[in-house]
C-alpha cells in the first residue's frame, strides 16, 4: 500500500485541523460548562454542539464518514481514517461533524440494506443531523459476545412484528434527540444457527418501549449520550420495518460493525495523541527534584514507547482501512480484528502515563485524561471483546497453515 495520504485526505485533514483549533479546542471549557449548567437534569442538548455542526456544515465538514455517496464526503476508509484520528482528540469532537457513534453504523447500515422508505424516514434526517439513533444489541441476561445467545424476540403478527426482549449498554439512547432503535433479536429459534437473528427498526417513541435505567461508566453518566438498559415488551411495528427480511441479522451486523470497529480505533488513535502531547507539555512544565520532571530518565522511556505504540497502531490502522477499500471488509476482517485489540490496549498505556504525569491532577476532572481512559476502557469490550477477536486471529492464523499443509 501507499501510506502517502491522498490529495483529498490532505485537504481535508487541512480544514479539519483549522476547524479544530478556531472552535473545537477554544470551546472545551464551554462545553463542560454548559453541561454542568444542567445541573441534575443533564439529558438536554447542549448548545455548543448545536452551534458548531451549523459551522462544520458551512465548512464542508459534514458526513465525512460515508462513503460512495453522496449525502457524504465520499471519502474512502483510509481518506476517512486521519480525519477520524484528529476528531479522536476530543471526545465530544466527532459530533460535530455528524461523524460519532453509533449513528455512523447505523446510518452505514440504512444506506447499505434500507429500503427507500427506510431511508427517507429514518436515514435522511440521520444524515441531516435533526435527529440521533441506537444499536441495541447487547443483552444483560446472556453472553452477548456471542451474539447467537440473543434472547430478544422478533415474532410476526400479520402486518406487524412483536418486539420482546431486554437490552443493555444502548448508548446514545439517552439523547432527547434520539428517535430511531436498530434492534438485533431472534426471529426463527429453529433456523440454522446464523439465519436466526433479524435486525428491526423499533421508534424511540413505540409504545411497549421503556427505558429502565442509566449505566454510568466508571461513575461518568457521558450526558447526553448515555448508556441505558431498555426494556421492549410487545412492541409492535410495521413488517415494513425488518431490515433486509428475516434471518439476515448476522450479514447486516458485519456489514455494520467492521467500519464501526475501525473508526473506534481511529479515534482512539487520536486519544492516544492528545494524551501524549498534555504528558510532554506537563513534564516540561514542572519541576521535581531540581529539574525539570521531562529530565528524569524515567520518562524517557515512556515518551518513546508511547510513540512507538501510537505509530505501530496507526499503520495497522491504515492497513485495515487500506484493505477494507481495495478487497471487502470480508477479506480484511483479521486487520480489524487485530487493530481492534491493539488500539484500545495502546491508548490505555499512553493515556495512563500520562495521568501518572500529571500527578494527582491525571484522576480529576481538571484534565481530560481520567474521563478519556474511562470511555477507551469501555473499547476493549464495545463492538466484541477482546477476547472474540483474539480468537479471529488465532483461528485465521490456524487456517493459513493448515492450507500450508
Known amino acids: 500500500m501507499n501510506f502517502e495520504y491522498s490529495d483529498t485526505c490532505k485537504d481535508y485533514l487541512k480544514r479539519l485541523r483549522a476547524f479544530m483549533d478556531a472552535y473545537v479546542y477554544p470551546n472545551e471549557k464551554t462545553y463542560s460548562e454548559q453541561l454542568a449548567g444542567f445541573g441534575t437534569d443533564r439529558w438536554q442538548v447542549i448548545p455548543i454542539i448545536e452551534e458548531l455542526k451549523e459551522q462544520a456544515k458551512k465548512d464542508g465538514l459534514w458526513n465525512l ?76 441476561a446472556v453472553a452477548s459476545s456471542d451474539a447467537t445467545n440473543i434472547e430478544c424476540s422478533i415474532t410476526r403478527d400479520g402486518d406487524e412484528y412483536i418486539v420482546n426482549g431486554r437490552k443493555w449498554w444502548s448508548s446514545g439512547a439517552g439523547d432527547p434527540r434520539c428517535k430511531i432503535y436498530i434492534v438485533m433479536g431472534k426471529s426463527d429459534p429453529d433456523a440454522p444457527t446464523h439465519s436466526q437473528q433479524s435486525m428491526i427498526l423499533v421508534p424511540a417513541d413505540a409504545k411497549g418501549v421503556t427505558i429502565e435505567r442509566h449505566l454510568p461508566v466508571f461513575g461518568y453518566d457521558d450526558a447526553p449520550h448515555g448508556h441505558m438498559e431498555v426494556k421492549l415488551d410487545n412492541v409492535r411495528v410495521p413488517a415494513a420495518n425488518i431490515l433486509l427480511g ?19 480505533c481511529m479515534r482512539t488513535i487520536g486519544a ?29 522511556q515512556r515518551i518513546a514507547s508511547a510513540r512507538i505504540d501510537i505509530e505501530q497502531s496507526r499503520l495497522l490502522t491504515l492497513k485495515a482501512a487500506w484493505m477494507m477499500d481495495t478487497v471487502g471488509n470480508k477479506h480484511a476482517r483479521g486487520e480489524i480484528a487485530m487493530i481492534k485489540v491493539a488500539a484500545p490496549n495502546m491508548a490505555l498505556r499512553v493515556i495512563d502515563d500520562a495521568i501518572q504525569a500529571h500527578g494527582g491532577g491525571g484522576v480529576s476532572a481538571d484534565f481530560p485524561l481520567a474521563y478519556s481512559y474511562a470511555g477507551i476502557r469501555t473499547l476493549r469490550l464495545a463492538d466484541g471483546p477482546d477476547e472474540v477477536h483474539e480468537r479471529t486471529i488465532a483461528r485465521l492464523e490456524a487456517k493459513r497453515w493448515l492450507n500450508e499443509g
Open 246 to 264: 428475516e434471518g439476515r441479522g448476522f450479514e447486516i451486523a458485519q456489514g455494520r460493525l467492521g467500519p464501526g470497529r475501525i473508526h473506534h
Open 65 to 140: 464518514f460515508l462513503p460512495e455517496s453522496e449525502k457524504g464526503a465520499g471519502l474512502s476508509n483510509a481518506d476517512y481514517a486521519p480525519l477520524a484520528e484528529e476528531m479522536g482528540r476530543v471526545p465530544w469532537a466527532s459530533e460535530v461533524f455528524n461523524c460519532s457513534a453509533p449513528d455512523t453504523g447505523n446510518m452505514e447500515v440504512l444506506a447499505r440494506y434500507g429500503t427507500k422508505a427506510q431511508q427517507d424516514e429514518w436515514m435522511t434526517p440521520l444524515l441531516e443531523g435533526k435527529i440521533r439513533s441506537a444499536f441495541l444489541m447487547t443483552e444483560p
Open 272 to 300: 492516544a495523541e492528545r494524551a501524549l502531547e498534555l504528558m510532554v507539555k506537563r513534564l516540561m512544565s514542572r519541576e521535581a527534584f531540581g529539574k525539570p520532571v521531562i529530565k528524569h530518565s524515567v520518562w524517557d
